[in-house]
C-alpha cells in the first residue's frame, strides 16, 4: 500500500503562484512515477506532469513553462510549483503514484483562480 497527502491548494488571483506539495508513505520502493493530475467540473481528469524515479519528466501542452515538478527524495514528497495560473487552471489537482502493478491517488486539493 502507498499513501498519498496532498496539501498546497486554494484560491489565487490570475497570474499568481502556488506550490502543491504530496508526501508519500508505504510501500514506496523501486521504480515508480509520481505525478500530478486534475480533473474540472465536467471534464476528464487529465495529467498535468509526471517524474520518474529516474528523473524524466513529462508535462501537459497547456502548463508547459508555467509548471515545475520537483522531488525531495530524502522526504518522499514530491511537488508541482505552479506560476502565471489561469482560470482554466481551476480543478482539483490529484498526486499519484505508480509502479509495476500499482497505481494510487490522493484524495485532490482544489486549485481555484479567480479574482
Known amino acids: 500500500q502507498v499513501q498519498l497527502v496532498e496539501s498546497g491548494g486554494g484560491l489565487v488571483q490570475p497570474g499568481g503562484s502556488l506550490r502543491l506539495s504530496c508526501a508519500a508513505s508505504?510501500?514506496?520502493?523501486?521504480?515508480?512515477?509520481m505525478g500530478w493530475y486534475r480533473q474540472a467540473p465536467g471534464k476528464e481528469r487529465e495529467l498535468v506532469a509526471r517524474?520518474?524515479?529516474?528523473?524524466?519528466?513529462t508535462y501537459a501542452d497547456s502548463v508547459k513553462g508555467r509548471f515545475t515538478i520537483s522531488s525531495d527524495n530524502a522526504k518522499n514528497t514530491v511537488y508541482l510549483q505552479m506560476n502565471s495560473l489561469k482560470p482554466e487552471d481551476t480543478a482539483v489537482y490529484y498526486c499519484?503514484?505508480?509502479?509495476?502493478?500499482?497505481?494510487?491517488w490522493g484524495q485532490g486539493t482544489q486549485v481555484t483562480v479567480s479574482s
Open positions: 499519484n503514484w505508480w509502479g509495476p502493478g500499482k497505481n494510487y
Open positions: 517524474l520518474s524515479s529516474g528523473g524524466m519528466t
Open positions: 508505504g510501500s514506496i520502493f523501486g521504480i515508480n512515477t
